[in-house]
């Protein structure tokens, strides 16, 4: 599992996914209805997270100090982390009470420490690299700022972010924490981190990490929201009188993937989840797959919710490895092709799987202010044009059968000029946000080119964040892996010594496209591409170079 956080994405440039999703009994689900929000996340992340790698009592400190209410020298301002509201005929999951009041908070307080804990462990520094549309960015920061071991570079899009998304960034005075707008959009961005990740060698100089939604750990704490949520439902139907529901729905303002994956993994563990219902805006390449299997990449339209205006969703492809079976080679063919023209179209049974899985639902900018300003005057709340998306699709697809959630992602603050114009007249900001107009900025511009960004993280990261002589992997260590290269070419069940001198562990090994990496506890596969293939091009340049030097 620790390999996994702090490799964030695979040397071949795939993501990891976990081999086998554990299941939760509704005898266990009941057991939990009870907990409290750190005592939730610690039961379900310990599916995912095994004693030999951070051992129970490491594990409750490590989330008991992410989720701390503001009053107990924490970053939460509500005692239940992330409450859930009755807004008219649904409910709100609120997910903005963290530090920079949106939803990436939950996951990115939880990342900042277990990044810090596992590089103490491990006697290592690294460099965090991150792209953001605006509120992961912040998100991260906060969650960074002033770790030991951790230098922090934030990549955003000039002049596409929030003016506040963006002071919550640049306001931020700790030394480990870097700031570059470029100049290009959001996509631009996130192919350069994805970039930089390829570069191997860079990438082992400065032990490079990823707290994008791309890093598995980010998916795994957003799963525990959905189980909270599950359980406050119930809780408010038995207060009303009613009977709980068998299944719940979940309407999530969809951009990067990120979000809503977790509820689909949620789904896997067990939870009685009915509709994932993913809602978007103009940027409709994911609401345009789910209506007629065509993931076709166009120009990103500016809109009043920038922090979903993308069209390439970085965690599509842990989803798509589902559709394709788990088949990392077809999974590879459609990637690869993606990549050359822009395009990829399923349609069959692999169309089929995806339509079992998930409704969507295309919100435009009109419809979005329209309904910040029904909620308010309907209902006194007050939403965020993001979540406003999410209401909106939620009040589309409602089922009588089913309740439905609505995953509320920011504090209507941050987006003071879509709220006001929806609601018509001035809004305070939270006094949070308020303070940061009179704090100094730091940040730096540059162009959107990969090489621009790599001098600039060479000549501004300390020389202790650079790895000149990297330490030793644990995967590189004297425990020798045991693979037969006959059982590579068949794709067979392949067992490997566990980097931890632990037992054996099965995993699936496939040719030319992946790499297995084994976790205590759990294991793992690297999605698509060439490591084997790489691997023995590597193999035969030493070998020819050990001749010549005869």
Known sequence: FLDTVLAGLADDGGLFVPQRVP???????????DLSYP??????????????????????????????HIDSGGH?????VTPLVSVGNQYVLELFHGPTLAFKDVALQFLGYLFEYALKKENRKMVVVGATSGDTGSAAIHGLQGRENVECFILFPHGRVSPIQERQMTTVAADNVHCVAIDGNFDDAQAIVKDLFSDLDFKKTFSLGAINSINWARILAQIVYYFYAYFRVHDHQTRQGQEPSATIDFAVPTGNFGDILAGWYAKRLGLPVGRLVISTNENNILHRFFTNGQYHKSTVVATNTPSMDIQVSSNFERFLFFCAGEDPKLLRSWME??????????TGNYLDMAHNEFISCCVTQQQTLQ??????EEHGYMLDPHSAIGFYAGLQCMQSTSPMVCLATAHFGKFLDAVESAVGHKVPLPPSLNSLWHLPTRVTRLAADSMVIKKFIWDTAPLSAQNLTPPKSRRNSSVSRHVRFEELREAAHTKLLSPRNGPET???????QSDPVACSGLTWVQLTKWTFTVGFVAGVVVWLRHRLRK
């Open 23 to 33: 299941t939760v009994d509704m005898q266990t689900l009941q057991s939990w209805k």
């Open 39 to 68: 005592d939730l996340s610690f039961n379900i992340m310990r599916l995912f997270i095994d004693d030999s790698e951070i051992p129970a009592v490491d594990l409750r400190t490590l989330i008991y100090k992410s989720y701390a």
């Open 76 to 80: 939460f301002q509500h005692a239940e």
């Open 337 to 346: 092709s993606f990549q050359q023209t822009g395009k990829l179209t399923l």
């Open 371 to 376: 309904t910040i300003q029904r909620a308010y």
């Open 506 to 512: 099965a995993l699936t090994t496939v040719p030319s």
